[in-house]
C-alpha cells in the first residue's frame, strides 16, 4: 500500500520557537517522490521541496530544514524560529514511480505560530 | 513566474446540476491533474491525463466525473450530477515531461470552491 502519515494533527508553537513536523510514508517502491506543499489560510498549495529516495542528503533552505532517512521512512520538515506568517497547513506527499504522475497526500498538519 | 489558473474560483450550484471546472494548465506542460480537497480534510487525486487520455484516475473518478482538454490550453473537469458530497476546493496542477522520467514537479492552480445546495 502507498501512505502517507502526519500524525500531528495540530501543533501551536510561540514565535521563535523551532517546530519539527513528522512525516512517515509507505511505498514498496524503490524509486519514489516525496513532496512538502504548504497551504496558507488563502487555500492554495505552496511548493516547498522535492526529494527523490536516492539522495538522502538533509537540506536547508533559510529557516526550514528537511530530514529524509529512508531506514525509517521519515521525511520531517522542521522550521526554524519560527514566525506568525509560517501559520498554515502543511502537507507531505509521496509520488510512487511510474503511476500516471500522481501524490498521495497527508492528512496535514496544522501549524499556528502565536506572537 | 508561469501559473496554472482555474476559473471560476469559487462555484454554487444547485444538486443534480453539471458543473464545468475550467483550468488553463502551463503552455508547455503535458501533464494535467485534477486533485479534490473536502473542507478540512487532505488532498486527494482524482485523475491524472496524458496525450489527450486519462492515465490513472482514483475511485473518487467515477462516471459523473469527465475531463477534457477541448483545445490546446484548456483543461476542464465536469461532474455531471452534483451531489452535496461533491462539495470542496478543487485543484488543478500541471507538470512537464522530464528526462529522468520521475523527477519532476508540480505547478498548482489557486483552485476552485465548488458548493452544492
Known amino acids: 500500500a502507498q501512505k502517507v502519515t502526519q500524525a500531528q494533527t495540530e501543533i501551536s508553537v510561540v514565535e521563535k520557537e523551532d517546530v519539527t513536523l513528522d512525516c512517515v510514508y509507505e511505498?514498496?517502491?524503490?524509486?519514489?517522490?516525496l513532496f512538502w506543499y504548504k497551504q496558507p489560510p488563502s487555500g492554495e498549495l505552496v511548493f516547498l521541496i522535492r526529494?527523490?529516495?536516492?539522495?538522502?542528503q538533509n537540506e536547508i533552505s533559510g529557516r526550514y530544514s528537511w530530514n529524509f532517512q529512508k531506514s525509517t521512512s521519515s521525511f520531517n520538515f522542521t522550521i526554524t524560529a519560527s514566525q506568525v506568517v509560517d501559520s498554515a497547513v502543511y502537507f507531505c506527499?509521496?509520488?510512487?514511480?511510474?503511476?500516471?504522475?500522481?501524490?498521495?497526500f497527508g492528512q496535514g498538519t496544522e501549524l499556528s505560530v502565536k506572537p | 513566474e508561469p501559473e496554472v489558473t482555474q476559473t471560476p474560483s469559487h462555484q454554487v450550484t444547485q444538486m443534480g446540476q453539471e458543473v464545468i471546472l475550467r483550468c488553463v494548465p502551463i503552455?508547455?506542460?503535458?501533464?494535467f491533474y485534477w486533485y479534490r480537497q473536502i473542507l478540512g480534510q487532505k488532498v486527494e487525486f482524482l485523475v491524472s491525463?496524458?496525450?489527450?487520455?486519462?492515465?490513472?484516475k482514483s475511485e473518487i473518478f467515477d462516471d459523473q466525473f469527465s475531463v477534457e482538454r477541448p483545445d490546446g490550453s484548456n483543461f476542464t473537469l465536469k461532474i455531471r450530477s452534483t451531489k452535496l458530497e461533491d462539495s470542496a476546493m478543487y485543484f488543478c496542477?500541471?507538470?512537464?515531461?522530464?528526462?529522468?522520467?520521475?523527477?519532476?514537479?508540480?505547478?498548482f492552480g489557486s483552485g476552485t470552491r465548488l458548493t452544492v445546495v
Open positions: 496542477a500541471s507538470s512537464e515531461a522530464a528526462r529522468d522520467r520521475g523527477n519532476y514537479g508540480y505547478t
Open positions: 511505498t514498496r517502491d524503490t524509486t519514489y517522490y
Open positions: 526529494r527523490n529516495s536516492f539522495d538522502e
Open positions: 506527499a509521496l509520488r510512487p514511480y511510474n503511476q500516471g504522475g500522481k501524490l498521495i
Open positions: 503552455s508547455n506542460h503535458l501533464y
Open positions: 491525463f496524458y496525450n489527450n487520455e486519462i492515465s490513472e
